[in-house]
Each structure stands twice: as structure tokens, then as C-alpha cells.
């Protein structure tokens, strides 16, 4: 197992390289290349340039998170394969690079979505929370108002203000697409990508969608062991892999984390692990909470148990943290709740190799 934390490079984190070094057990960051459209080919030169400032601070760089598939394959436009051999170069430059693991997603139109970044907890901690109806309530417009008002002027992943001139225009896209029909999308991608992972010794693991519950109509990917199965099944090459987010699959109830680790785990399907905890408020609404078990919904010691007992050898990531101490940063992402939660996962790892 190795452990890294989320990184965003180009002078975009209040997170400093030389303070996540510091942090026993970390060994290395994931990361990405910022303001490069989707679709585009990722720079040999911009990526050495991010492995040498990384690598400087003591760091690794074999984790990628994320590479943004280009909507026109979601949508399975015949642009797909320009956009694809794109994502093949970059693939290829990042292998060279030594980047071992790529997390991205195939969630159409919209990334991760929350209602509120800022929830205050009564330890007076602020976690972010998402309530489902208030969301189903949204129009895209206050969607997307609101997550860039409540980000604290801090630019979002996934919320890149490239993506929304288009975004209603894709949604309206969407509502005439089937489920199976996004699935023979998905395949035609992986089927295309996959050879060259094979090639490159390269991990991709798929990032469940968060929420795991539908918005705008819009098709679901990944976001229960069921459809977990079948995404992995559309390739069945070992690097067709999945990024086990525990806070994004733990947001519903239904869903048994600790089986899904197991399962995956033991057939090597889980290259890259986000360990975050949450609290349910109810059936479909939840908010962040501390990584610690007793902390929120979701039975952290068994999870990393299950993990170890699969045989996982991947890379772990604590996931979104609470803004605690004060702490000025991206929302989900500033220092100390996540090095709290490298902290506690280090501890979870030792205890269940040693018992
Ligand atoms: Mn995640």
C-alpha cells in the first residue's frame, strides 16, 4: 500500500508540497495538469515540469487524478476517436513520466455536486453535506451558482468553467440517451484505451459518481456493487479497474462497502482507494464527516481490513476533510483533516497487518 494525498498544482493549493511530505506514511501525491481543456493532449514538457517540482519536495507522482474524458465520447459522437487518440498520447506521456494509476470518471454533464461546502458540525468543525431534495429542487443555474459561491473562490475540480456554456445543452442531450446505449459509449472508450494501459503498466481505476443518486434525469454509472460489476465487465482487463471511494459509495445506505471492497479487491480490481467516512442524515441525504468510525456511518477498520485481507496493493487517499482549525483552503481539501485521516488510516493499516 502506498499512501498519497490529493495535490493541485500551479500555485492553485494552499497546501504546500513540503507540508505533505511531512506526513508519515505519505510517499506521494496525486495530481493533474490544470487549465488543459478536456479532450486535449497533456504537454511531456508541463508534466516533467509538475514530477521535478514534486519529486524535489521528496514526493512521488504516480497517481493521476483525473484525466477528464472529453464529453464527445460520453456522448459517442463520431469525434470520439480524435479525442480518444488524444487520450491515448497523454496516457503515454504520463507513462513515461512513471505514472502508474489514473483515477477519472465517466459521469455525463455533471461531476461531484454538494448543497452545501460549508455545514457547520457541533464540534464546530464545517463539513460539506448534500440533502437530495433540495438538490432535485435546483435549476443547473443554481447548481452551478452555488457551488461556485460557496467555494470560497477557491477554483472546484470537476467544476471547471470550461464545462458550463454547454452544460444545458448536454443535459437536454442526455434525457434521449439509454442506459445501455451509455454503456456501449463507456466500452467503446475502454475498449480503446485499455491495450495501451496493458502496454504502459498503467491502473485505471473509474470513480463511482457522488452522489451516487440521479440528477436531471441524467444516466448513473457507477454507484452500487450491480453496476460496479457491469462496468468492469465491459473490459475484462485487469486494468480495468475501479477507484474505491468509500464516502461516494457510502452515501447510500444500500450499498455494503465492505463487501464491495472485498469483492473487487480480491479479483484486483481496486487500484486506488479514497477512505473517507459519512453520516447519513437520511435515506439519500448525508453529510462529510471526520475519517474515524464513530465519527459517521461507515465501519472504516473493516473496510482496510477487508482491503488488506484481498490482498489490495494499491494507492490509499484520505478523502475529503472537514475545515477544522480555522483552516483557509479549497472546501475538502485543506491540511489537517486530511493529515488527520492519513494519520488514523496509518494506523488502521498497522493494526490490521499485525493482528
Ligand atoms: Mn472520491
Same mark, same amino acid.
Given at each position: 500500500?502506498?499512501?498519497?494525498?490529493?495535490?493541485?498544482?500551479?500555485?492553485?493549493?494552499?497546501?504546500?508540497?513540503?507540508?505533505?511530505?511531512?506526513?508519515?506514511?505519505?510517499?506521494?501525491?496525486?495530481?493533474?495538469?490544470?487549465?488543459?481543456?478536456?479532450?486535449?493532449?497533456?504537454?511531456?514538457?508541463?508534466?516533467?515540469?509538475?514530477?521535478?517540482?514534486?519529486?524535489?519536495?521528496?514526493?512521488?507522482?504516480?497517481?493521476?487524478?483525473?484525466?477528464?474524458?472529453?464529453?464527445?465520447?460520453?456522448?459517442?459522437?463520431?469525434?470520439?476517436?480524435?479525442?480518444?487518440?488524444?487520450? *491515448?498520447?497523454?496516457?503515454?506521456?504520463?507513462?513515461?513520466?512513471?505514472?502508474?494509476?489514473?483515477?477519472?470518471?465517466?459521469?455525463?454533464?455533471?461531476?461531484?455536486?454538494?448543497?452545501?461546502?460549508?455545514?457547520?458540525?457541533?464540534?464546530?468543525?464545517?463539513?460539506?453535506?448534500?440533502?437530495?431534495?433540495?438538490?432535485?429542487?435546483?435549476?443547473?443555474?443554481?447548481?452551478?451558482?452555488?457551488?461556485?459561491?460557496?467555494?470560497?473562490?477557491?477554483?472546484?475540480?470537476?467544476?471547471?468553467?470550461?464545462?458550463?456554456?454547454?452544460?444545458?445543452?448536454?443535459?437536454?442531450?442526455?434525457?434521449?440517451?439509454?442506459?445501455?446505449?451509455?454503456?456501449?459509449?463507456?466500452?467503446?472508450?475502454?475498449?480503446? *484505451?485499455?491495450?495501451?494501459?496493458?502496454?504502459?503498466?498503467?491502473?485505471?481505476?473509474? +470513480?463511482?459518481?457522488?452522489?451516487?443518486?440521479?440528477?436531471?434525469?441524467?444516466?448513473?454509472?457507477?454507484?452500487?456493487?450491480?453496476?460496479?460489476?457491469?462496468?468492469?465487465?465491459?473490459?475484462?482487463?485487469?486494468?480495468?479497474?475501479?477507484?474505491?471511494?468509500?464516502?461516494?459509495?457510502?452515501?447510500?445506505?444500500?450499498?455494503?462497502?465492505?463487501?464491495?471492497?472485498?469483492?473487487?479487491?480480491?479479483?484486483?480490481?481496486?487500484?486506488?482507494?479514497?477512505?473517507?467516512?459519512?453520516? +447519513?442524515?437520511?435515506?439519500?441525504?448525508?453529510?462529510?464527516?471526520?475519517?474515524?468510525?464513530?465519527?459517521?456511518?461507515?465501519?472504516?477498520?473493516?473496510?482496510?481490513?477487508?482491503?488488506?485481507?484481498?490482498?489490495?496493493?494499491?494507492? *490509499?487517499?484520505?478523502? +475529503?476533510?472537514?475545515?477544522?482549525?480555522?483552516?483557509?483552503?479549497?472546501?475538502?481539501?485543506?491540511?489537517?483533516?486530511?493529515?488527520?485521516?492519513?494519520?488514523? *488510516?496509518?494506523?488502521?493499516?498497522?493494526?490490521?497487518?499485525?493482528?
Amino acid at each position: 500500500m502506498k499512501m498519497v494525498l490529493r495535490w493541485f498544482p500551479s500555485g492553485d493549493d494552499t497546501v504546500k508540497l513540503a507540508q505533505i511530505r511531512q506526513i508519515p506514511g505519505v510517499t506521494g501525491v496525486a495530481t493533474f495538469l490544470s487549465g488543459i481543456p478536456a479532450g486535449d493532449i497533456w504537454p511531456m514538457e508541463r508534466i516533467e515540469q509538475i514530477k521535478d517540482e514534486i519529486n524535489g519536495a521528496g514526493l512521488e507522482m504516480e497517481v493521476i487524478e483525473s484525466i477528464n474524458v472529453h464529453e464527445d465520447i460520453k456522448k459517442g459522437l463520431p469525434s470520439k476517436d480524435m479525442y480518444i487518440d488524444n487520450y *491515448i498520447k497523454t496516457m503515454r506521456n504520463l507513462a513515461d513520466a512513471g505514472v502508474k494509476c489514473v483515477c477519472y470518471n465517466f459521469m455525463p454533464v455533471l461531476d461531484w455536486f454538494r448543497s452545501d461546502l460549508y455545514l457547520p458540525l457541533e464540534d464546530g468543525s464545517f463539513a460539506m453535506s448534500y440533502s437530495h431534495n433540495d438538490a432535485k429542487k435546483l435549476t443547473l443555474e443554481n447548481m452551478t451558482s452555488s457551488m461556485i459561491n460557496g467555494s470560497n473562490n477557491f477554483s472546484l475540480p470537476g467544476w471547471e468553467p470550461e464545462r458550463f456554456p454547454k452544460m444545458a445543452e448536454d443535459i437536454e442531450f442526455y434525457q434521449n440517451v439509454s442506459q445501455d446505449e451509455y454503456f456501449a459509449n463507456i466500452k467503446y472508450f475502454l475498449d480503446a *484505451i485499455m491495450p495501451v494501459a496493458e502496454e504502459c503498466d498503467m491502473d485505471f481505476g473509474v +470513480h463511482p459518481d457522488d452522489p451516487p443518486f440521479p440528477l436531471f434525469n441524467l444516466p448513473k454509472v457507477v454507484n452500487c456493487r450491480d453496476s460496479i460489476r457491469r462496468y468492469l465487465d465491459l473490459n475484462k482487463s485487469k486494468r480495468n479497474g475501479l477507484t474505491l471511494c468509500t464516502g461516494s459509495l457510502g452515501a447510500n445506505k444500500d450499498n455494503d462497502v465492505v463487501a464491495i471492497a472485498k469483492e473487487f479487491a480480491s479479483e484486483g480490481r481496486i487500484p486506488f482507494v479514497h477512505l473517507r467516512n459519512v453520516k +447519513h442524515t437520511s435515506d439519500t441525504d448525508f453529510h462529510e464527516s471526520a475519517h474515524l468510525s464513530e465519527c459517521g456511518d461507515l465501519d472504516m477498520y473493516e473496510i482496510v481490513k477487508a482491503l488488506k485481507d484481498s490482498g489490495f496493493d494499491g494507492y *490509499i487517499r484520505p478523502d +475529503h476533510g472537514r475545515k477544522i482549525w480555522d483552516e483557509e483552503s479549497r472546501p475538502g481539501y485543506g491540511l489537517y483533516d486530511r493529515a488527520l485521516g492519513a494519520a488514523y *488510516i496509518n494506523g488502521l493499516w498497522e493494526a490490521t497487518t499485525k493482528s
